[in-house]
């Protein structure tokens, strides 16, 4: 058989992950490979980190990517934090809460959940009086779920952990780069992001920061492997148990990130080349300028879709800005609206997951998606879409709708590119 060269088809790629990534990322994928211990490179590494801090807005000394998807990240901080039989409160209100649950039971953990129904979000009091009642050493919570589109306070909860000596650990994977998060000012202490939403990056690196709460007890549990620890690694006395996976230990990735520059894995140098150029990205254009582009854009396709007698999933008031839920209409198939979208306008919506599966359309505005011409053409798209299939939308409206919203534009042409 022979095989001919890879070509893909042209996609406008509207789902809550992945988006399309940058062509100025996709470029500096393209920019020749050098070795992961040469001095150009571990340049180009503490550059990440920096950039990092200011994405995450934090001071923190410990802010790098995990090589794997987002979800890596997620196990890769609480693999680290978990000892057999602690105590960990996880607020569930969407699908991506009971991952954070499942990650924690399969590492020991004594695992308390609250529940909301999907599309709600707790009210910060709700978790602080589950805390105080349970006295869990984690709280791990989901920023913006994009199962649900919906988007949970933290700033509270971050402040009541600190004041009873309880880590807060965030999944922030659907809101780094869109959405504004506070790290230090929220008082997290650790946080996970992703590449391959907001930030406009091939999937593959997880982002973390943690502060010296979290180092603190990386040095109680701390072990350098065998074939490279040194005789004052092995002289180290731990009070905490070995982390339970090598790969996703974050005492030696911290090792890996330092000056030490202690061997762990072989760095995936293109995309840490990649994850510089998306940060550097976000940086130029203004981390302000970046998120009320997200809720121009937001605002845009929410005219429209209601505009053509649709209905959003949720409370208004809770939605996260970078994912849009739309109720199907009763009689559409919702899967074939998708097919035929994605077949004959190259345009990609998404369903969900769980209780919500076949009844909302997910449409993400992430990062480089989130672009005049995708809003666009996604409602036109939607609309033929849903006349083909017999259901009768307010025609035309949708887009008179959304260019309104663009005619009332406050902000520079610019940034609505």
Same mark, same amino acid.
């Given at each position: ?8 088809? !042209?996609? *406008? /790629? ?7 990534? $940058? &062509?100025?990322?996709?470029? #500096?994928?393209?920019?020749? %490979? ?76 004594? !695992?308390? *959940? /609250? ?7 707790? $009210? &910060?009091?709700?978790?602080? #009086?589950?805390?105080?009642? %349970? ?283």
């Amino acid at each position: 058989m022979r095989y001919t060269e890879l070509v893909t088809p !042209v996609r *406008t /790629i509207m789902t809550p992950g992945p988006v399309e990534v $940058d &062509p100025r990322v996709l470029r #500096a994928m393209s920019i020749p %490979i050098i070795g992961q211990f040469d001095p150009a490179f571990t340049a180009i590494m503490d550059e990440v980190m920096s950039m990092l801090r200011a994405v995450f807005q934090s001071k923190n000394q410990w802010a790098y990517p995990v090589d794997g998807t987002s979800r890596s990240g997620n196990e890769a901080v609480l693999c680290s934090m978990i000892e057999q039989g602690d105590k960990v409160l996880i607020p569930i209100f969407g699908r991506f809460g009971h991952l954070l649950a499942e990650i924690c039971r399969r590492h020991g953990a004594e !695992v308390h *959940t /609250i529940e909301c129904a999907w599309g709600e979000v707790f $009210d &910060p009091d709700e978790v602080i #009086a589950a805390m105080k009642r %349970i006295s869990p050493k984690i709280v791990a919570i989901v920023h913006g779920e994009t199962s649900t589109g919906c988007i949970q306070p933290l700033k509270e909860i971050g402040y009541a952990c600190r004041a009873h000596d309880c880590l807060l650990i965030v999944d922030a994977v659907a809101t780094i780069g869109g959405v504004d998060v506070r790290v230090d000012e929220w008082m997290i202490d650790a946080l996970i992001g992703g590449t391959q939403k907001c930030l406009s990056v091939p999937s593959g690196l997880a982002p973390i920061t943690y502060n010296d709460r979290i180092e603190a007890i990386l040095q109680k549990r701390k072990k350098v492997e065998e074939g490279i620890e040194t005789e004052l690694d092995r002289a180290n006395i731990r009070s905490g148990t070995v982390i339970g996976s090598n790969y996703f230990d974050l005492s030696m990735l911290q090792d890996y990130w330092s000056p030490r520059r202690l061997n762990h894995h072989t760095e995936a140098t293109s995309m840490i080349y990649a994850l510089r150029e998306g940060l550097r990205l976000v940086l130029e254009e203004g981390l302000e300028e970046r998120f009320n582009r997200h809720k121009w854009h937001e605002k845009a396709l929410v005219a429209g879709i209601e505009a053509m007698g649709l209905s959003l999933f949720g409370r208004k008031e809770q939605k996260l800005a970078t994912v849009t839920c739309v109720k199907i209409p009763p009689g559409v198939d919702g899967e074939s609206v998708r097919s035929m979208m994605l077949k004959e306008f190259g345009v990609e919506i998404a369903s969900s997951f769980g209780p919500l599966h076949g009844k909302i359309w997910r449409i993400g505005t992430m990062g480089y998606s989130c672009r005049k011409e995708n809003i666009l053409l996604v409602l036109a798209a939607l609309e033929a879409t849903l006349v083909w299939h017999g259901f009768a939308p307010n025609r035309g409206e949708a887009l008179q709708a959304a260019l309104n919203c663009y005619q009332e534009n406050p902000m520079n042409e610019k940034s609505l590119l």
